[in-house]
């Protein structure tokens, strides 16, 4: 889930197309923290707030 969409947003141009990726990778991640694990809705949604952090960051450094 970290690999994939860091290659992918190596590859697109554009702020809205980088934004609008990583908008549906993180809803897919919310989505398997929430059916796959045992994890609190708290847990779930700290777990998709550090994973939004890394791919923002990866936004950031990459422009």
Known sequence: MLVGPLW???YIDG???RLSIITV???IFQALVAIGTRASP???LAATAAYSAVL???LQTSN
Do not use: G
């Open 42 to 44: 708290a847990e779930a």
């Open 8 to 10: 992918i947003l190596a």
């Open 25 to 27: 990778v993180i809803a």
């Open 56 to 58: 923002m960051v990866f």
């Open 15 to 17: 702020m809205r197309s």
